[in-house]
């Protein structure tokens, strides 16, 4: 078969290293019944170990060329294939504790951890690799220069570990950026929501608007309706101090008086 062409546009970088391969098949961890979804599969580094742990498993891959390479060398039965952009995949077919892992095309990372966050109920935990800034704004706590918009909404879905680091080096093209693998596990029913999730999302989106001005003065008509002192929240703080539990409570205080997202 012809060696297959990089395409820049579908973030194809080829994971080559054995080593890193199998750290990654280690901490995925596979069990022979699990239900798994492996997004971008391309010329299949991770799909053939992971599969041989596996009973079958699914792939999402959009390039036509790489789907129809896997079709030659898998079987239909233990390797269905998507071939369709993940972003409009409907995940609700694939039924519950599913477990997602990739190498992600960073191109898409963000819209995708986004649109995976509303499939979170049928979802056990997700592995992915990306681009280590990334995985260091996911896990960032309140107070770091990290904690972003991407934190907050993430931490109020997932428990959210990072793995270990990935060199350059370990793929082929070789990327510019050094990528981390992350284990992501949606909290369970026990957790804090806020009462309206939307104004939740609308309040973090607006406190981070301009991450470097005071709560107060991005918040503009909200700022007088949120009960500062007994939310132990100050005014003059800017949100990469305040904690996911506080936006919730932010969020909940809004909703009292009334504001809707
Ligand atoms: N898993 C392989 C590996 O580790 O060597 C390939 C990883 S490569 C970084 C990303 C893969 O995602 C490519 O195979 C690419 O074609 C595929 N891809 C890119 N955009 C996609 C999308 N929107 N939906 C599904 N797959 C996509």
């Not at 299949?44 to 498993?57: E, F, I, N």
């Not at 792939?59 to 972003?87: G, K, M, N, Y």
């Not at 703080?237 to 539990?245: D, I, K, L, T, Y």
């Amino acid at each position: 078969m012809r060696a297959h062409q990089a395409r820049k546009r579908f973030g194809q970088n080829f994971l080559v290293d054995l080593g890193v391969i199998e750290a990654i098949v280690r901490a995925i961890g596979p069990a022979r019944e699990d239900r798994m979804i492996e997004i971008g599969p391309g010329l299949g580094a991770l799909t053939a170990p992971l599969l041989d742990k596996l009973s079958s498993l699914t792939v999402i891959e959009l390039d036509r060329d790489l789907a129809s390479r896997l079709r030659q060398r898998f079987s239909e039965t233990r390797l269905p294939i998507v071939q369709a952009d993940v972003l409009n995949v409907d995940f609700s077919q694939f039924g519950d504790n599913l477990r997602i892992v990739g190498n992600l095309p960073y191109n898409i990372s963000s819209p995708l951890l986004f649109t995976l966050v509303e499939y979170a109920d049928q979802i056990t935990d997700q592995h992915f690799m990306l681009q280590r800034e990334v995985v260091d704004r996911m896990v960032a706590a309140p107070g770091s220069g990290d904690y972003s918009r991407l934190s907050v909404m993430l931490q109020y879905r997932y428990a959210i570990e990072k793995v270990f680091d990935v060199a350059p080096e370990a793929f082929d093209p070789a990327p510019r950026v050094t990528s981390s693998i992350v284990r992501m596990m949606p909290l369970p029913d026990t957790r804090v929501r806020a009462i309206d999730e939307s104004l939740f999302a609308a309040v973090v989106l607006r406190a981070f608007s301009q991450r470097r001005k005071m709560l107060r003065g991005v918040l503009g008509a909200w700022t007088a309706l949120i009960p500062w002192e007994t939310l132990q929240i100050e005014p003059t703080w800017r949100a990469e101090q305040v904690s996911v539990p506080k936006f919730i409570a932010m969020a909940d205080a809004l909703h009292a008086a009334a504001v809707r997202a």
